[in-house]
């Protein structure tokens, strides 16, 4: 029997948006929107360069994660690791190298944002030491068009 091809990790580049906005786009739990289009993917990893990564395989890339800092705390979005390159520690590797460039930034501590109800998501994050926050909500807005007030609705 043939052993499976190592895998390798290294920082995302602009080069892999199509095949990362592939993998992102057949993933359960994960919500894309405008802000992960090329445009706005390209200034992510410019902005946080080097702290993004992908995994590859015998040349396939079997995985992703954005990883970014605002100077105070960073942030991972989007991490996905193909269904039948999971339970290798894929997803694990891809975090710690992450928490590790943060680390070496000065950033102490990291957050990620899961649906709630994207409970194998959760499991996993558990898993791997994180622990959910039911002391805080999600609030947001956008920043040029229509404002959403409670009395109005959206």
């Given at each position: 029997m043939k052993k499976p091809p190592s895998i390798r990790l290294r920082a995302f580049e602009l080069r892999d948006y199509e095949k990362v906005r592939g993998l992102w786009e057949g993933?359960?739990?994960i919500?894309?929107?405008e802000s992960d289009t090329r445009p706005a993917i390209a200034l992510f990893l410019r902005r946080n360069r080097g702290f993004s990564l992908v995994a590859t395989a015998g040349g396939i890339l079997v995985g992703a994660v954005l990883c970014g800092h605002d100077g105070r705390r960073g942030y991972l979005h989007h991490l996905a690791v193909l269904q039948e390159w999971r339970r290798r520690g894929t997803g694990r590797r891809m975090v710690e190298a992450c928490l590790e460039r943060l680390a070496a930034a000065g950033i102490p501590k990291c957050?990620?944002?899961?649906f709630a109800d994207n409970?194998?998501?959760?499991?996993?994050?558990?898993?791997?030491?994180?622990?959910?926050r039911e002391d805080l909500k999600v609030m947001q807005r956008p920043?040029?068009?229509?404002?959403?007030r409670p009395d109005t609705g959206c």
């Open positions: 993933m359960p739990g919500g894309l929107n957050n990620i944002f899961l409970t194998r998501g959760r499991a996993f994050w558990r898993r791997n030491g994180w622990m959910v920043t040029r068009g229509r404002v959403c």
